[in-house]
């Protein structure tokens, strides 16, 4: 079992662009694939981007394709989501989520160890 603590939200206008952290801690990190995944009012959680072990795996939404990127640094525990381009339809609770697996899913249920989810609003 890992901790997960993300970083600060924010509010962001449209357009702008915000990083999100997410610190692991409890065992080694680099034996976990990471994802990030989001949820609006109303609606269910959703996968934004995952990240296998290395690093060399990636994958995104369609939605956020081109104007979000994921990255991780093993020797600081940390995994990133680097967001631009930010609209008004990204508004939501963002998670980070560890997975025991080499591979990242995009299946929810797929992951044993989620952050407490940090509120990321875009104003039009």
């Known amino acids: 079992q890992v901790q997960l603590v993300e970083s600060e939200g924010g509010l962001v206008q449209a357009g702008g662009s915000l990083r999100l952290s997410c610190v692991v801690s409890?065992?080694?990190?680099?034996?976990?694939?990471m994802g990030w995944f989001r949820q609006a009012p109303g609606k269910e959680r959703e996968f934004v981007a995952g990240i296998s072990v290395s690093g060399r795996s990636i994958g995104y939404a369609e939605s956020v394709k081109g104007r979000f990127a994921i990255s991780r640094d093993n020797a600081k525990n940390t995994l990133y989501l680097q967001m631009s381009s930010l609209k008004p339809d990204d508004t939501a609770v963002y998670y980070c989520?560890?997975?025991?697996?080499?591979?990242?899913?995009?299946?929810?249920?797929?992951?044993?160890?989620w952050g407490q989810g940090t509120q990321v609003t875009v104003s039009s």
């Open positions: 989520a560890a997975r025991r697996n080499i591979y990242y899913s995009t299946r929810t249920y797929e992951y044993s160890d």
């Open positions: 409890g065992r080694t990190f680099s034996s976990y694939a």
